[in-house]
């Protein structure tokens, strides 16, 4: 079965702080896997995107790698900041047809 | 442009109402999906349509059929729902995937809020 895991499901940092997200998969035969952050009630923002082919993308402040041999990819987020607090998902896609499979998520809240 | 719209921002309903969900698109996009979402849960995908050639969860009960007039619209049609169906339903486009490799990001719209009464 495939499943995609986030942990953890919430922390809390003082602003500054560098941290980081991770996300495990079962199924490493991937098509891609992309980065989310959500706002409580909103759609989803795309962060992130790495191919099956890559090993890491950075977009500013963000940092997303991927180790398919393990099933795993992290997002660092460097230096925080308040309007960092949302939730953040990790969503795979795999080969055969578009099934994409979404974590449960990490809610990050960064204190000012 | 990365903009999808979704119509109407909220929705209540009772359960033998008949309504629809509209998205847009003007991104030249090649796939768009449906995704239901309930609260603290992470989205779950319904439908796809790629090269207007639909592909479906076959979980999805019937209650639910998309609808894709044109590439750059795709419509969710409801009838006789449940009050467990109340969720963000949310449209997401993406290239799709004939147009590259693995570069199929997707982009989402802000979300229907759904209430069956």
């Known amino acids: 079965k495939q499943e995609v895991t986030q942990i953890p499901a919430a922390l809390s940092v003082p602003e500054g702080e560098n941290l980081v997200l991770n996300c495990s998969f079962t199924?490493?035969?991937?098509?891609?896997l992309q980065w989310f952050r959500q706002d409580p009630g909103k759609g989803l923002t795309s962060l992130l995107l790495?191919?099956?082919?890559?090993r890491e993308q950075t977009s500013g402040r963000l940092n997303a790698s991927l180790d398919k041999s393990s099933g795993r990819s992290t997002l660092y987020i460097a230096a925080s900041q308040p309007g960092d607090s949302a939730t953040y998902l990790c969503?795979?896609?795999?080969?055969?047809?578009?099934?994409?499979?979404f974590g449960a998520g990490t809610r990050l809240f960064v204190k000012a | 442009d990365t903009e999808v719209t979704q119509t109407p921002k909220h929705l209540v309903m009772g359960m033998t109402n008949k309504k629809s969900l509209k998205c847009e698109q003007h991104?030249?996009?090649?796939?768009m999906y449906w995704y239901k979402q309930k609260a603290k849960k992470p989205p779950e995908l319904m439908f796809v349509?790629?090269?207007?050639?639909?592909?479906i969860n076959e979980s999805v009960p019937s209650r639910f059929s998309p609808e894709c007039p044109n590439s750059s619209l795709l419509n969710l049609h409801l009838h006789a729902l449940q009050p467990e169906d109340s969720a963000l339903y949310l449209c997401?486009?993406?290239?799709?995937?004939?147009?590259?490799?693995?570069?199929?990001?997707?982009?989402f719209g802000p979300g229907t809020r759904l209430t069956v009464l």
């Open positions: 997401a486009s993406s290239q799709g995937r004939l147009a590259g490799r693995g570069t199929d990001t997707q982009y």
């Open positions: 199924d490493s035969a991937i098509y891609n």
């Open positions: 790495i191919q099956s082919s890559q």
């Open positions: 969503a795979v896609g795999y080969t055969g047809g578009f099934k994409t499979i």
């Open positions: 991104m030249g996009h090649r796939a």
């Open positions: 349509y790629s090269y207007e050639k639909l592909s």
